[in-house]
């Protein structure tokens, strides 16, 4: 079973929607034993950083997002990424644009369903079994991303020009 974690500020719905069409078991949940007894943890994301770390604090559900993530596999989506990131003693680009040089990954208004570049999905992860493809198109809408990450994080999806996406 996928726990996809409520903490609340995440995209939780549209995670766990996915999930359900792709035919896997999964639960939303904000409960530590949810969490502790699931092959594996999603921590999906979005709005400002340091309100959704407030929320996760506040949560107490932070220590043990930690531990597990180290136990099991472990998908962080957007603010998600970034949070573990930042717990586990890695690194965040404030602004990609000024200080990464990456493509820009902030599309405005343009439709959600439209690509705008490619994340290359290593095989060996939870997110290539999840979509059974080494390449997802997406249309990111983040000017955040994960510079270093932190301690036993593994990169499973780079996009095209290198930046960390999962």
Do not use: W
Not at 3 to 21: C, P
Not at 54 to 73: A, F, W, Y
Request: overall charge negative.
């Amino acid at each position: 079973m996928i726990a996809v974690i409520d903490y609340g500020a995440g995209n939780i719905f549209s995670v766990k929607n996915a999930l359900d069409y792709l035919g896997f078991d999964s639960l939303l949940t904000n409960k530590k034993e949810d969490i502790e007894k699931a092959d594996g943890l999603i921590l999906p994301g979005v709005g400002a950083f340091p309100s959704a770390m407030k929320m996760l604090e506040q949560s107490g559900l932070t220590e043990t997002i930690k531990t597990e993530s180290k136990k099991k596999p472990f998908l962080g989506i957007c603010r998600g990424i970034q949070i573990l990131t930042t717990a586990l003693g890695g690194t965040l680009y404030q602004d990609l644009e000024s200080e990464g040089g990456y493509l820009k990954h902030f599309m405005g208004n343009s439709p959600r369903e439209y690509s705008v570049h490619k994340n290359l999905v290593e095989k060996d992860s939870l997110l290539y079994t999840i979509l059974c493809n080494d390449s997802v198109e997406v249309n990111s809408y983040h000017h955040q991303a994960v510079k270093n990450p932190g301690t036993k994080l593994k990169v499973t999806a780079p996009s095209e020009d290198g930046g960390i996406e999962a």
